[in-house]
């Protein structure tokens, strides 16, 4: 986790001004290895599916050698992530996810929905929720705090 907050605060200092909320994720291989890193880059790039975790999965996909399959690798996101991102992780086939703080108000891991656990799925990943949560949190509420 503290590899995702080094990559969302990298957003920030990258990008001053940015208004690219700073959420960091990294990908690990099977092994351990770091596969990806990805930051929000949805106002950088005019992409509404560039969320951090999209990103990520992107890149470590290009590098895992598996097609677009991320078996055995894990998520590390410093936000809980949406229904877009929860299905696209999902459907990857990531083995564990593990994220920060929560996201009340689009959060499908838990939150507002469970996608990663609904039964009706085939793919299931272990999930660690509220990972180092107070300090993910702090980011977040930095930079609303900033822009308010």
Do not use: Q
Not at 53 to 75: F, N, P, Q
């Amino acid at each position: 986790m503290r590899r995702a907050l080094e990559v969302a605060s990298g957003a920030v200092s990258a990008t001053p001004g940015s208004d690219d909320v700073p959420i960091g994720a990294v990908v690990y291989g099977p092994d351990g290895r770091e596969l990806a890193t990805g930051r929000n880059e949805r106002e950088l790039t005019g992409d509404p599916t560039a969320h951090a975790e999209i990103v990520a999965m992107r890149r470590a996909a290009a590098v895992h050698g598996d097609g677009w399959h991320l078996d055995g690798c894990t998520l590390v996101v410093t936000l809980e992530p949406c229904t877009m991102c929860a299905g696209a992780l999902v459907l990857a086939r990531v083995n564990t996810l593990v994220f920060g703080a929560w996201e009340p108000k689009t959060g499908a891991v838990g939150s507002l929905w469970d996608v990663v656990r609904d039964r009706r799925l085939t793919h299931r990943p272990e999930v660690y929720a509220g990972v180092l949560e107070s300090e993910c949190a702090a980011l977040l509420l930095d930079f609303f705090g900033r822009r308010r």
